[in-house]
């Protein structure tokens, strides 16, 4: 069963350093498939946010306007690795993070069909 798994969270001060990484298993070349993968994150008491998408063809990559410049979406040499290096943290970017694969580019969490269990992030002020 093909699965996304998050980690890299944790509890860091305003201005540091995360790097969160997903990976994809369950069955070769698991995101041979996925046209797009993409980080979500979701606070306590608000909805889902988008926050970073990027193209498994071609790695164009798209970001929140809250997090550009400070966050970047990678893949990794594979196909079963995603990371997101978060840099400048907030205390507002405090949420647990999701990865999520689907098979088209899109900032919609409807349109990504296999889902993590997240990660969380906390970032102290």
């Known amino acids: 069963q093909e699965q996304l798994v998050e980690s890299g969270g944790g509890l860091v001060e305003a201005g540091g350093s995360l790097q969160l990484s997903c990976t994809a298993s369950g069955r070769p070349s698991a995101t041979s498939s996925t046209y797009a993968m993409g980080w979500f994150r979701q606070a306590p008491g608000k909805e889902r946010e988008f926050v970073a998408v990027?193209?498994?063809?071609?790695?164009?990559?798209y970001y929140v306007p809250s997090v550009k410049g400070r966050f970047t979406i990678s893949r990794g040499s594979g196909d079963d690795m995603m990371y997101l290096q978060m840099n400048d943290l907030r205390p507002e970017d405090t949420a647990m993070y999701y990865c999520?694969?689907?098979?088209?580019?899109?900032?919609?969490?409807?349109?990504?069909?296999?889902w993590g269990q997240g990660t969380q992030v906390t970032v102290s002020s």
């Open positions: 990027i193209s498994w063809s071609n790695g164009l990559t």
């Open positions: 999520a694969a689907a098979p088209r580019v899109s900032k919609e969490a409807n349109a990504y069909n296999l």
